[in-house]
């Protein structure tokens, strides 16, 4: 079997950096003898997770702890920033509790909390198309009270006609596909004549897309690999259903489909928030050529 990888794959920056700060913290609590958290999962990759949880990092549940419910727990301690990050209700929270934060929020994450927090300032209403659900998204909603999410263009068809005659300002979700970005700016666009849209998407999503897209007329089926949860690679999964070649969304490489051993070629890529070494297992069990799964 030929194996194929993409030319851009996996971690990005901003991903790398908090995996890092993370484990310095871990290393950091074990001198100093306490205990060590990232608020929500560090990163959207159950193995990068697992393997802090190694390391002696647990997770700080972010609804329970924002019930004060976790006080307890958080008082005293070590507590890192996610890369989604935290909304500043939370930050003041842990800093009231003596805690010591130590922020591996995506500087691109940074960006969109300070241009949504100016736009609310200068008087506009601001619309962020994302998922509702998602981290970053809860979290530049604490730095623009009364911003409403967007997840979708019929979603943004309605608030567009809403706010028709409002100053309007449109932000992103680092993540999502920037057709989702374009479709929903076009609403505003359309029905809101005083409107500014300001792209913050993260280029590393485009860039992965863009990778499998070129990778995919030199294979025949294609292998996305990253966390069930994870947005970006969810949406990496989509583009590649989209060239119509046959493809999977695993999380590791023991989750490796019998059917794709079928296959003479297969193109590897990977979400931006997925471990090197997730990649590599993947691809050395593709290499042996055999299926090593459950019996069907």
């Known amino acids: 079997m030929q194996i194929v ?25 074990k001198e100093l ?4 958290f990232t608020y929500g999962p560090l990163i959207h990759n159950p193995q990068a997770v697992k393997a802090l949880e190694s390391l002696g990092v647990r997770v700080l549940e972010p609804e329970a702890f924002e019930r004060g ?33 130590v922020d591996a929020t995506c500087p691109r994450v940074l960006k969109s909390q300070k241009k949504a927090a100016s736009l609310i300032e200068k008087g506009f209403s601001l619309a962020i198309a994302g998922d509702r659900s998602h981290g970053e998204v809860t979290g ?31 932000i992103a979700q680092t993540t999502i596909k920037k057709s989702e970005y374009d479709a929903i700016a076009a609403l505003f666009e359309a029905h809101c004549p005083s409107f500014l849209a300001f792209d913050t998407l993260c280029p590393a999503t ?14 025949e089926a294609l292998l ?22 046959p493809a999977w ?21 990977a979400g931006a928030s997925t471990p090197d070494s997730v990649v ?11 299926y090593d799964g459950p019996a069907s």
Request: aromatic share 4%; proline share 4%.
């Open 69 to 101: 419910e976790l006080d307890g727990k958080a008082k005293g301690s070590i507590v890192v920033i996610r890369a989604h990050g935290a909304p500043p209700e939370a930050l003041l929270r842990l800093n009231s509790l003596g805690v010591e934060v």
């Open 224 to 245: 996305v690999v990253g966390g069930k949860n994870s947005a970006n690679t969810q949406r990496l999964f989509m583009a590649a259903k989209e060239t119509g070649k």
């Open 249 to 269: 969304h695993i999380e590791t490489a023991s989750e490796l489909p019998r059917e794709i051993f079928g296959y003479t070629s297969v193109g590897l890529t």
């Open 5 to 29: 990888r993409a030319p851009v794959l996996g971690m990005c920056m901003g991903v790398r950096r908090a995996e890092e700060k993370a484990k310095k913290a871990a290393q950091r609590a």
């Open 33 to 36: 003898s306490k205990p060590v």
């Open 140 to 170: 530049i909603l604490g730095y623009a009270p009364g911003a409403v999410v967007v997840q979708n263009a019929a979603e943004a068809a309605v608030l567009a006609k809403e706010w028709e005659r409002r100053p309007v300002a449109l």
């Open 206 to 219: 485009a860039e992965r897309q863009k990778a499998l897209k070129k990778m995919a007329g030199e294979v």
């Open 280 to 290: 590599d297992d993947v691809e050395s069990t593709l290499m042996k050529g055999e």
